[in-house]
């Protein structure tokens, strides 16, 4: 069973950045798009970002512009740069294949936007 960490999140002002790490365990992570989803308190957990295999990007409406996803195959690393943060952008985020999350999940790393 493939696992997941999540690390990079902490306390960041309004219209700071932050950049989070995704490694996956086991093999043929390269095969896998990839997607960073996040949860906010007391509500569902949402898709956020998403890579393909080949580096082929697609993003939820209100991160497009200030987030970046990419990917290094090498690594079995999914990252996601976090700019210009919003108060709305606090939740736990997490990674997992996309659009199907088919892996466990992992413990996610907080993030939280002061304004």
């Known amino acids: 069973q493939v696992q997941v960490v999540e690390s990079g999140g902490g306390l960041a002002q309004a219209g700071g950045s932050l950049r989070l790490s995704c490694v996956a365990s086991g093999r043929f992570f390269s095969d896998y798009t990839m997607g960073w989803y996040r949860q906010a308190p007391g509500k569902q957990r949402d898709w956020v970002a998403r890579v393909t295999s080949s580096g082929i990007a697609n993003y939820e409406d209100s991160v497009k512009g200030r987030f970046t996803i990419s990917r290094d195959n090498a690594k079995n690393t999914v990252y996601l740069q976090m700019n210009s943060l919003k108060p709305e952008d606090t939740a736990v985020y997490y990674c997992?294949?996309?659009?199907?999350?088919?892996?466990?999940w992992g413990q996610g790393t907080q993030v939280t936007v002061s304004s």
């Open positions: 997992n294949t996309g659009p199907a999350h088919i892996w466990s």
